[in-house]
């Protein structure tokens, strides 16, 4: 199973949020430059971001983007479903019942047999990134009782 690079692209733009200072919002020149995107690329993954609803954005003078939730709120599922949308890491493009053609039914319930434990694992794995809120990771990362580090990342 691999993401595509564009949720860890979006991950970094939540943490950027997360870090950026709480009254200040974030425009979206100063994302595309940080993450070294192109403008119209950084466009879209905001997009999704704004259509999930994790964050919002404000067009003007103070205009940029916001976290619209709080961080306690925030799972890195939340994030991977956004990007990537439905998670199901097993398809069915036939290979096992045109493989097995001979063997019928057989072929058939085979895949459905493997399909099933994909889709167990599956939900597994969103069930665990469900319990990981950006929350979390922030205190893993700066310290459990520490105070996130906010920096205004418009300036830089």
Known sequence: MKLTSATEQAIAVVALLATQEPEIALSSESIYQKLNLSKSY???????LVVAKLISGATGNSGGFRLDKSLADISLYDVVSAI????????NSGLL???FDNFGEQAQEGHQVIA???R??????????KTISVEKIMSEVFGDGKTVAFHDWNIE
Do not use: H, M, P
Not at 120 to 129: H, P
């Open 42 to 48: 950084v466009q879209k993954l905001l997009r999704k």
């Open 84 to 91: 990537e949308g439905d998670f199901c890491s097993l398809t």
């Open 97 to 99: 019942e045109n493989t």
């Open 116 to 118: 099933k434990y994909f």
């Open 120 to 129: 167990e694992a599956d939900f597994k794995w969103i069930l665990y990134l």
